[in-house]
């Protein structure tokens, strides 16, 4: 079974909380267990991917969008969309700098990710949250 749900949120620091709230909720709805490290990890990744919108994205947009779908083998996919047009890259990161690791937790505990190009409606940042087996 295929469950989506979606919600924006606005563009507010405050907003990678709730963020965090409504997928962990929406998760747990759809019977993942609050022990389960594939909801653990939905978190972490849809806090960085949010995260990155806030701190990145497009000085005049108001709203990004999160969305998060549970698939029938207990993965889940996440995505988290904005008008923005700059992908997001990793970068090399020193040990002394305090910012720009995001992504590269993201590379390290999704099984995939990627962008999708909107074309003049953004992008949207995807990642697959491998269930536990």
């Known amino acids: 079974m295929l469950r989506r749900n979606s919600f924006r949120l606005p563009r507010h620091p405050a907003s990678v909380g709730l963020a965090r709230r409504r997928?962990?909720?929406?998760?747990?709805?759809?019977?993942?267990s609050p022990d389960d490290s594939a909801l653990a990890d939905a978190v972490l990744l849809v806090s960085e991917l949010a995260t990155n919108v806030v701190?990145?994205?497009?000085?005049?947009?108001?709203?990004?969008?999160?969305?998060v779908t549970a698939l029938a083998d207990g993965s889940c996919l996440i995505e988290v969309s904005d008008e923005g047009q700059v992908e997001p890259r990793l970068r090399i990161v020193t040990?002394?700098?305090?910012a720009g690791r995001g992504l590269h937790l993201v590379e390290h505990i999704a099984g995939?990710?990627?962008?999708?190009?909107?074309?003049?409606h953004g992008k949207t940042v995807w990642a697959l949250v491998l269930a536990n087996t």
């Open 95 to 98: 040990e002394w700098e305090e």
């Open 112 to 120: 995939a990710w990627g962008v999708w190009n909107r074309g003049r």
């Open 23 to 32: 997928v962990r909720d929406h998760l747990a709805d759809w019977g993942h």
């Open 55 to 67: 701190r990145h994205g497009p000085l005049l947009e108001r709203e990004f969008e999160v969305a």
